[in-house]
T-cell receptor, first 112, second 113 residues
Framework: DQQVKQNSPSLSVQEGRISILNCDYT??????FLWYKKYPAEGPTFLIS?????DKNEDGRFTVFLNKSAKHLSLHIVPSQPGDSAVYFC???????????FGTGTRLTIIP | KAGVTQTPRYLIKTRGQQVTLSCSPI?????VSWYQQTPGQGLQFLFE???????NKGNFPGRFSGRQFSNSRSEMNVSTLELGDSALYLC????????????FGEGSWLTVV
């Protein structure tokens, strides 16, 4: 049962434009959400997180939006840069649950 | 400060053998969790150790086991290797626990032939 879903396996965006990566979840108990970025042959790197008491969190070029009623979160990258080309994973947890549940990832390619 | 360190980075084993992977967490982090990543799959949770105790376990067979030492370093072991065990094994550490923000190492690439 895939509780965290990233329905787009891949996404291509022009350099300088906005990249929007989407993630859906089914478990209404999830209250903490994260995005990780992964380059080939490296471990995932933490990007940004949001708790369910907020609907938006920003960190530089990265903004995460949370829509609890739709059980949907998105990561916006503005402006997109070539170094942003990577696989992005969303993850979720119930703060009392001792693990993160990950989606299957979206491969983002930034076109120069 | 130093990140999460995993050894070895790459290894090739034969079906039926066993393997031990090692992980040193970020200094001060007492939680260590392990994940498996295979092509086309997300990151599948194996288990978490906190202060030398296994707190949570994923849906993997008993061939997958782990332990944590008093210095928070952790090892995972896979016995009777199968071809399907070929994967990237990722270790992550956290200050508060595996359900919070976790920080990954670079992973150990295991190939079973």
């Amino acid at each position: 049962d895939q509780q965290v879903k990233q329905n787009s396996p891949s996404l291509s965006v022009q350099e300088g434009r906005i990249s929007i990566l989407n993630c859906d979840y089914t478990n209404s108990m999830f209250d903490y959400f994260l995005w990780y970025k992964k380059y080939p042959a490296e471990g995932p790197t933490f990007l940004i997180s949001i708790s369910s008491i907020k609907d938006k969190n920003e960190d530089g070029r990265f903004t995460v939006f949370l829509n609890k009623s739709a059980k949907h979160l998105s990561l916006h990258i503005v402006p997109s840069q070539p170094g942003d080309s990577a696989v992005y994973f969303c993850a979720a947890s119930n703060f009392g649950n001792e693990k993160l549940t990950f989606g299957t990832g979206t491969r983002l390619t930034i076109i120069p | 400060k130093a990140g999460v360190t995993q050894t070895p980075r790459y290894l090739i084993k034969t079906r039926g053998q066993q393997v031990t992977l090692s992980c040193s967490p970020i200094s001060g982090h007492r939680s260590v969790s392990w994940y498996q990543q295979t092509p086309g799959q997300g990151l599948q949770f194996l288990f978490e150790y906190f202060s030398e105790t296994q707190r949570n376990k994923g849906n993997f067979p008993g061939r997958f086991s782990g332990r944590q030492f008093s210095n928070s370093r952790s090892e995972m072991n896979v016995s009777t290797l199968e071809l399907g065990d070929s994967a990237l094994y990722l270790c992550a550490s956290s200050l508060y626990g595996a359900g919070n923000t976790i920080y990954f190492g670079e992973g150990s690439w295991l190939t079973v032939v």
